[in-house]
Each structure stands twice: as C-alpha cells, then as structure tokens.
C-alpha cells in the first residue's frame, strides 16, 4: 500500500450487520488507523451494539482497539430499534460466541474526545449509525472542533428514505442530532441511501465470503444471508445494501464515491417528513453548501476493497 501515512479514524456505529462489515474494513485495510469505537443505540439497544462491536473486534483480532458505550437513546424523543432488520440481538445469523475485550469505563463522545486532544493529527470521525454521540461531542467540547479532519456519515438520501417514505434510518432515529452535525461548520461527507442501494451483497459476494475457507469469512457470509432474509421480507429486496462499509471506503479511497457540494437541511418538524434530508441538488435555495454528498460509487472497486480486508482480518 506504500509508505502513505495511514489516516487516523474513530467509527461511531450501532452494530447492526452492515456496521460489522464496516468495522472489519477499517482495521483489515492499513490505510487506516483505528483509533477506538464509539457504539450508540440505534439498531439495537446500546447495551446489544457495545456487544456486538466487541465481538466483531475481537474475531478481526483487534481487542486492542478501545470500545466505549455512548447513547442510549436519541437527544429527542424515544429510541425505536431495528430489530425486524437486524434481528433481537443485532447480529442475528451466525454464532458469535468469542472471549471479548473491555469496555471503556468512560462515555463514548469522552473517548471521542480524549482519542481525538491525543492523536496529534486531525481525526477523521466515521459515524454509521444516529449520530446522537457525533452531535453530543461537538456541543460538549467544542475544542475538539479543529482537531477533526471530517465527519462522514452513512445517513440519509438524495431521495426516498427506508423507515418513513423520506427518512433513512439514521437520520430518523435522531434528526436533531443530524442537523447539528449539518450545521457544525465542519468538512462532512453524507453517504446516503442514493448511493448504499448500489452495493449489494448478492449471492455471489456471500459465496466470495464462504469461500474464504475461514470463520470470519463464514460469519460474514451468515450475517449476510440473515440481513438477505430480512431485507427480502420487509423491503422486497433480492439482495441486501450495505450502507455502512461505504463511509470507511471512501475515507480510505475517496475516489470510491463521486460527491457534489451542496447545501443540506434536516426536517425536524415536518408532520410526514421529520428526518428527512433536504439535498438542495440544483441551488434553488440559495444557501452555502454544507456538506459533499455522495451521488455515485465504484460498486466493483468498493467490493474489491472490502473483500481484501476481510481476507487480510481472516489470516490474522
Ligand atoms: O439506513 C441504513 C442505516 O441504518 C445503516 O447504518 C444501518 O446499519 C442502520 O443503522
Ligand atoms: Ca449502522
């Protein structure tokens, strides 16, 4: 991969199948540098996506990489989890049954915070679930501001959403949380449904994954065909999106994903729309662009990158 520095990264997810996936690139690819895992409820409850995490760490050999639990609910409103989707324990499918490492004994966003002050580099911050521990750390400790690089987060649509007709599951959960990010002022790359429901996991990439001959490679091909089933039953997909790998794709190689500049609002009260993400696409409304928002994905080259960092975890 050469002598190119390796990028130093946080990922804030609520595992959640396609955050699996996600966490397995960032530590099998050495462009990156995986700094910690902060874990926020989404999916799951916080308690089932701290535990995930953990066990995807540990079966990628990385129980080195600190975890902390962050928040357990939305900054507004109530937690609604995804459990028709990912299942009761948030990893339905395979057998994870794996020693784990330690959680933190401190809040996620006071990782986040201690990560970012000590790293003596900006960090970019990954987010693939609602972005309630993302939003909570900008406001807390607006000191950390400078030190981070760019926010990317998997969230949102240029188009329709996939929990209300025009809200993304992220988004939705914690549409305040979101609009504070959008307001922050920081680089943000939004990666939305648009671009995710590209890359599906067909049944050749899982039978890429059973014919890695290794457990890992196993698991990931019944974590796929668990969210294959559930995708199947709730949204008529042949074959599932997965959304959250992308964000740490493109971090590694930006040019996995074409991104235009545009202006993007949350709708946090609209009465059918609360959630949803205004792209202003065309510059009707005359305000400054905010964020670079993902319109197109090199599919092939995306599951290229994913598939080497599986093997490389695999052999660990
Ligand atoms: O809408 C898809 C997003 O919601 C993904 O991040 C998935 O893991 C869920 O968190
Ligand atoms: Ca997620």
Known sequence: MGDVAAVPVIIDCDPGHDDALALLLAVGDPRLRLLGVTTVAGNQTLAKTTSNALKILALAGAVDVPVAAGCDRPLVGELTVAGDIHGESGLDGPDLEVPVGGVADVHGVELMRRLILGCGEPVTLIATGPLTNVALLLRRHPEVAPYVRRVVFMGGSTDRGNTTPYGEFNIVTDPEAADIVLRSGLPVTMIGLNVTHQALATTQIIEEFRGMGTRLGVICADLMT???????????????????????????????????????????????????????????????????????????????????????????
Not at 239 to 247: N, T, Y
Not at 276 to 302: K, M, P, Y
Not at 308 to 313: E, G, S, T, Y
């Open 226 to 316: 668990f969210f294959a089933s559930t995708y199947r039953r709730v949204f008529g997909f042949e074959h599932p999106p997965v959304h959250d790998p992308i964000a740490v794709a493109c971090v590694i190689d930006p040019s996995i994903i074409a991104t235009v500049a545009v202006p993007v609002t949350v709708e946090l009260v609209g009465a059918y729309t609360r959630g949803a993400t205004v792209v202003d696409l065309h510059g009707r409304s005359g305000a400054v662009a905010n964020a670079d928002v993902a319109v197109g994905i090199e599919v092939e080259a995306f599951w290229r990158l994913l598939m080497a960092a599986v093997r490389r975890v695999s052999e660990v």
